[in-house]
């Protein structure tokens, strides 16, 4: 079945150890997006690369930062986590931006910053 | 203002009854807007996209109200599964950018 995966599933990192999420899907799809959500809130875009062109949300702290080598895989970074990192990080996908063109989502990876 | 502003609930409902949630947003170009379910700990999955003419599927209906900035989803005959949060999700022109609202708790009892 096509479908949105993401590695690992939980993420034990250390204050400040740079760690890696990653992303896959066999949907074909152009567009993957990068989310944080935390506790009781609403998922919160960080990023999304429309092909190869990414495209950075404002309020996104450089913290983060993003690699789409090739269609199927995307990559999130957090260079340096701190205790406020701590969420469920989502990947999505969407066939092409407008109407409509809704998003698929991966499981997730739920980080923890001890 | 939030973006996207939705009822947290949470929404404690008996089998087989019939329960509404209504989201608003603020920006007035939104052009695609949708219901995701989100159960506990586990990743948003579409429920139905919200056309401006309304849609259904099986016991969900939605709505979009353009011009009062509002849409609406009616679950009838609620089951036990039902139980999870409705995320309320509106894209703007443009296509990429996407507003989640925080979600209103449903719960389904016997």
């Known amino acids: 079945d096509a479908m949105v995966i993401q590695n690992p599933r939980y993420q034990v990192t250390q204050f400040g150890k740079p760690v890696t999420l990653s992303c896959s899907q066999t949907?074909?799809?152009?567009?993957m997006y990068w989310y944080q959500q935390k506790s009781s809130q609403a998922p919160k875009l960080l990023f999304h690369?429309?092909?190869?062109?990414?495209?950075n949300e404002a309020d996104t702290p450089d913290n983060f930062q993003s690699r789409r080598p090739n269609t199927s895989f995307c990559f999130l970074d957090i260079r340096s986590p701190g205790l406020g990192d701590a969420a469920m990080y989502l990947c999505?996908?969407?066939?092409?931006?407008?109407?409509?063109?809704?998003?698929?989502f991966g499981p997730g990876t739920r980080l923890t910053v001890l | 203002r939030k973006e996207v502003e939705q009822d947290p609930g949470p929404f404690n409902v008996p089998e087989g009854a019939t329960v509404a949630f209504n989201c608003t947003y603020s920006?007035?170009?939104?052009?695609?807007f949708f219901w995701y379910r989100q159960d506990c700990r586990k990743e948003p999955k579409l429920l139905m996209s919200?056309?401006?003419s309304g849609n259904e599927d099986g016991r969900f209906t939605a709505q979009l109200n353009r011009a009062s900035q509002y849409i609406s989803l009616l679950i009838r005959d609620s089951k036990l599964s039902d139980s999870a949060t409705y995320l309320c999700?509106?894209?703007?022109?443009?296509?990429?950018?996407?507003?989640f609202g925080a979600g209103t708790r449903l719960f389904v009892k016997a």
């Open positions: 920006n007035s170009a939104s052009q695609s």
């Open positions: 999505a996908t969407s066939r092409d931006k407008g109407y409509g063109n809704e998003q698929f």
């Open positions: 919200v056309y401006s």
């Open positions: 999700v509106v894209r703007n022109t443009g296509g990429f950018k996407t507003i």
């Open positions: 690369y429309y092909d190869k062109d990414f495209n």
């Open positions: 949907l074909n799809h152009n567009v």
